[in-house]
């Protein structure tokens, strides 16, 4: 039993985007606190930098960067804020984000709904550089040019931003998903790796679990050649597991507990495919140390969640950083890197 489990009633009764919104409000009025300590064991470096705790915020739950700090404060490693596109869009109408409790998950058709860079860039720029907050970038809607959002993207944001996460995978942006495609993705890489300064951040690939046989190759050559720090595996998916849900049938990009097997899948296939030469983090139905640990040895660097807090609150990433150090202290290994891949 958590304190959540308390609220979750009152949280559930309202509708999901109700929800969210009240709960970034909440957390925009806790006091600024210090840093959480973790377990030496857990500290792990990727792209050069240092993560106090693998289990990181997803991209989606703060889009405008309003609680990166709360965030931390409440246990994440890192927190990766965004999508943000160049020009503020208001999304698609609502509603557009559903619980479907019965299945622990989530299906969002938000369409990048937010305040734009200029907006999230002046928010980040007020707030004292500590712990790591990465900055998702993504192309506006209408825009005639998608690679020049993602250029623009890479230059307005560098500043405020610890990494970078090019984000080619949300389903609900039509046609975004192409971006991930042979030659179109070779030429968003180029022209990213153009943009990028040499003091400027490391710069994160996130890619969709929804792939063939094939793909993860050529996604791993054009990263690497791309100069692309490490992937994130995996965004949402537009398929549909069997789910209980009355929401199952709602379009859009779904999350959390069904999404995991297929999110499993996509890291050890990106893991085959680029060996140890690019980091992988994980995202994908994360909701205990035990999903967290198995995609830790089957590769992944870090670890990503969003859906699970709407099921079991915000300490649950402390809990999973705490039983991921109860792991590497039952096996004897001094570190997260000792266990990366070791499954
Ligand atoms: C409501 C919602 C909004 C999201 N928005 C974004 C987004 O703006 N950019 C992005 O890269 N991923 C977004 N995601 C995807 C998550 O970052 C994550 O990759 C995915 O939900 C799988 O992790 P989970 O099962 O732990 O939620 C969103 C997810 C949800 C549920």
Same mark, same amino acid.
């Given at each position: 039993m958590t304190s959540y489990n308390l609220i979750r009633p009152l949280v559930f009764a309202l509708d999901a985007e109700q929800a969210h919104r009240a709960t970034i409000r909440s957390l925009g009025l806790l006091p600024r606190r210090a840093l959480p300590a973790f377990p030496e064991s857990l500290e792990t470096e990727v792209a050069g930098l240092r993560f106090p705790s693998p289990v990181g915020l997803a991209a989606g739950f703060d889009k405008d960067g309003e609680v990166p700090d709360a965030m931390l404060s409440l246990g994440f490693g890192f927190v990766e804020v965004g999508t943000v596109t160049p020009r503020p869009q208001q999304g698609? #109408?609502? #509603? +557009?984000l559903f619980r479907l409790a019965e299945d622990e998950a989530v299906i969002n058709?938000? =369409? @990048?709904?937010? +305040? =734009?860079q200029a907006n999230a860039l002046a928010r980040l720029e007020r707030r004292s550089r500590r712990g790591v907050v990465g900055v998702n970038i993504g192309a506006n $809607?209408?825009? *005639?040019?998608r690679i020049a959002d993602y250029v623009a993207g890479v230059a307005a944001m560098a500043p405020v931003a610890d990494y970078l996460t090019v984000n080619? &995978? &949300?389903?609900?942006? #039509? =046609? %975004?998903?192409? %971006?991930?495609a042979g030659g179109e993705l070779v030429e968003l890489l180029g022209a990213i790796s153009e943009a990028r300064t040499s003091q400027g951040p490391p710069v994160f690939l996130k890619v969709a679990p929804d792939l063939e046989a094939g793909d993860h190759d050529r996604i791993v050559r054009a990263a690497i050649d791309g100069r692309i720090d490490a992937l994130i595996v995996a965004n949402t998916t537009v398929s549909r597991p #069997? %789910? $209980? &849900?009355? @929401? *199952? =049938?709602?379009a859009g990009g779904l999350s959390g507990a069904p999404l995991k097997p297929l999110a499993l899948d996509a890291l050890r296939a990106f893991r085959i495919a680029s060996g140890s030469e690019l980091p992988l983090i994980a995202a994908g139905g994360i909701a205990s140390a035990d999903d967290a640990w198995q995609r830790i040895v089957a590769g992944a660097s870090l670890v990503q969640l969003y859906s699970a807090l709407v099921y079991h609150g915000p300490g649950l990433a402390r809990r999973i950083a705490d039983g991921l150090a109860a792991r590497l202290a039952e096996r004897g290994m001094a570190s997260i890197a000792e266990a990366v891949g070791s499954g």
């Open positions: 698609n #109408p609502r #509603p +557009r058709r938000m =369409g @990048f709904n937010n +305040r =734009g $809607k209408d825009s *005639a040019d080619i &995978s &949300s389903p609900n942006t #039509p =046609g %975004l998903r192409n %971006l991930q #069997p %789910l $209980k &849900s009355r @929401f *199952a =049938g709602e």
